[in-house]
């Protein structure tokens, strides 16, 4: 084939593709729009996850009439005028694409008004070619009206996923946007119901609580520094409240939202030794950098961004979370090795007595008895998110590996954290949580089999908000919850009612049971109905385990190690850490140099 330039149609969508990749992508470029327009409010409504309509109206300058139709062309912009411009950029937008490239994939309809004149004016777009310039009354501001988006690219429209993942990638977007602009007032609405609405009060508490419910929100901690020019602000979270994925970390940059790889390890690394491997910090962090440390021209939809001197950024956000970290919740520095080192605590720090046991528990017990499998072992437990349905099937074939355990004699209870017990062949050591953990997952697991899980009903139901997300996939999975012997119900916007709970649970917080159930929760992840349940079961499971700290009566202690010996797989708990850890006589003869060489 000869060489020939592309056509202007055929071009402008390549770019397009570019910056658009998703409803969001739209909702993106056309929120910063009406940010760098200074809008005080952002109404935001999306039909059928924005594949039918997104409309974003704000109330900001707005585009005088005789430049609406240059506004939609490509490499437009009243934001840049020289190229060295893009190194001290404070707009968010400045490339002067998003409208031609949003025009070019769909029915596009913009219609402005300035504030000198009398009238404002509509252009329509579609796949790219502009109609006629009309006259309108209408208010000061911008509203800009996207209709069947990628009509025109159906091999687009073949990529989107699930109506419930993009919809949910625009919530997310614009609650994040909300958070990091807590002075404007922004909603967002989908169909009949209003996802978020903020207030412009500058509160930026009640708007984490929209996003995360308002007992996440109370937990979050709010962190500010200031260094050289360089500033952060936002929330982080207390080493007691973690997710299981990245997808809860949140930067801002100059007021633009960034994934960056670099700030997101110096973030894991504040958090270093204090959660558990394979657990990750939520936060909303608000960096301000001096616009020439940035370069924000790295990616089309500008998500990325390089920095100047990358190691003054990460240090001075590793140091900054590092340092809120500690001076909320000092965690004392042990080292407990398995036996024969003495656990130091410091003095005035009972409060956290259960939780450095914990971290010592997961950072540094080796999982046998011989050193060189801790590194495996973690590397397992990286792993184990995603292990936990193949984990689940393999169960069956794993119950004949497993050695089941021999009766155990109960000599006591440690640290309000682990049972001693004796077998016929030496002492073990059992985690309480990790064994409460496996006792109740096969405890539900067989009920579960037997499609029997006694429900029991509540006194006084509990009343939980979710954030938006969550909740359109929690009532997407009502009847999963049901099977489970959970009676949710909706009860209000982004609000359920729990009415009863499985019997096995009763005494244990059920609000706490739902959002176990919820968290994390990915409809795209697995496809087997079996998986997904497992996977909830062993979530709910670890949350109603009781945990580390507890003291138990001499009777649960008992009863505990009856069940755990019951069990298919006693010495796991379903996510595969070990339930405990078994001292063989003949090793502890070796320790004492009772055997061998003397
Ligand atoms: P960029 O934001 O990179 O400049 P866009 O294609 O997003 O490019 O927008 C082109 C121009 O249209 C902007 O530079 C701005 O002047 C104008 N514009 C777009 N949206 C709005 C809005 N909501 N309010 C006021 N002006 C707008
Ligand atoms: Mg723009």
């Known amino acids: 084939m000869p060489i020939r330039l592309l056509s202007s149609e055929v071009a402008s969508q390549i770019a397009a593709g570019e910056v658009i990749e998703r409803p ?6 056309l929120l910063e729009n009406s940010l760098d327009a200074g809008a005080r409010s952002v109404m935001i409504a999306v039909e059928e996850a924005g ?12 585009i005088p009439s005789d430049e609406l139709e240059l506004a939609v062309s490509r490499h437009a912009t009243s934001k840049l005028v020289r190229s060295t411009d893009l190194f001290s950029i404070s707009t968010l937008g400045f490339r002067g694409e998003a409208l031609a490239s949003i025009g070019s994939v769909s029915r596009m309809t913009i219609t402005s008004r300035v504030q000198n004149e009398q009238e404002g004016a509509r252009l329509r777009v579609e796949g790219g070619t502009a109609g006629k310039l009309t006259r309108v009354g209408t208010t000061v501001g911008t509203t800009v009206r996207v209709e069947d988006l990628f ?4 091999a687009r429209l073949k990529f989107l996923k699930s109506d419930t993942t993009e919809r949910r990638a625009t919530d997310s977007l614009v609650t994040r946007y909300a958070l990091a602009y807590p002075g404007k007032r922004f909603k967002l609405s989908d169909g009949k119901n209003v996802v978020l609405q903020t207030s412009g009060d500058g509160d930026r508490r009640a708007i984490l609580a929209a996003l995360y419910g308002v007992d996440v929100a109370r937990q979050l901690l709010e962190i500010q520094a200031q260094e050289e020019g360089f500033g952060i602000s936002g929330f982080i979270s207390p080493t ?4 299981s994925n990245r997808k809860e970390i949140t930067f801002f940059i100059n007021g633009r939202w960034v994934h960056d790889v670099s700030l997101n390890s110096a973030l894991l690394q504040a958090y270093h030794t204090l959660l558990m491997v394979g657990r990750f910090p939520l936060t909303a962090l608000f960096l301000e950098i001096p616009s020439e440390e940035v370069d924000v021209n790295v990616h089309p939809a500008k998500a990325e961004v390089r920095f100047r ?15 809120a970290l500690l001076a909320y919740s000092p965690v004392p520095n042990v080292a407990p090795s398995l036996w024969g080192s003495t656990r130091t605590l410091p003095m005035e720090q009972p409060r956290n007595a259960g939780l450095d046991w914990a971290i010592g528990h997961d950072e540094q017990l080796p999982g046998g008895s011989s050193q060189s499998s801790v590194d495996s072992r973690k590397s397992e437990i990286g792993n184990r998110e995603s292990e936990v349905g193949d984990r689940q099937s393999s169960i069956e074939n794993r119950k004949s590996e497993i050695a089941s355990i021999p009766l155990l004699r109960l000599i006591g209870q440690i640290g309000a954290t682990y049972l001693v017990a004796e077998g016929p062949d030496g002492l073990y050591l059992i985690d309480q949580h990790a064994a409460h953990e496996r006792i109740l997952f ?6 579960h089999e037997m499609k029997n899980i006694p429900s029991q009903a509540l006194l006084t139901p509990a009343v939980v908000t979710i954030p938006p997300q969550s909740a359109n996939l929690l009532i997407t ?7 489970f012997g959970f009676d949710v119900e909706e009860f209000g916007p982004n609000t359920f009612q729990v009415r009863a709970m499985p019997a096995l649970f009763m005494g244990s917080d059920p609000s706490a049971a739902l959002r176990a159930l919820v968290e994390d929760f990915e409809e795209d992840e697995s496809p087997l ?6 996977k909830l079961a062993a979530r709910v499971c670890k949350r109603m385990a009781v945990k580390a700290g507890q003291a138990l009566s001499t009777e649960e202690q008992r009863a505990w190690l009856n069940d755990l010996e019951a069990c298919d797989s006693p010495r796991t708990c379903p996510h595969g850490r070990p339930t405990m850890i078994h001292l063989s006589v003949d090793m502890l003869e070796r320790q004492f140099g009772r055997r061998g060489a003397r």
């Open 442 to 447: 096969e405890k539900l697991m067989t009920q």
């Open 477 to 483: 999975n009502l009847p999963i919850l049901q099977h």
């Open 24 to 29: 969001a992508s739209v909702v993106k470029e």
């Open 529 to 534: 109905q079996s998986e997904i349940e497992a």
């Open 240 to 243: 007691s409240l973690t997710r």
């Open 151 to 154: 009509y025109n690219v159906p």
């Open 309 to 323: 001197s990358p190691d003054k950024v990460f240090s001075f956000v590793q140091r900054s979370v590092r340092r």
């Open 51 to 62: 594949k039918k309509l997104i409309e974003v109206a704000d109330d900001g300058a707005g």
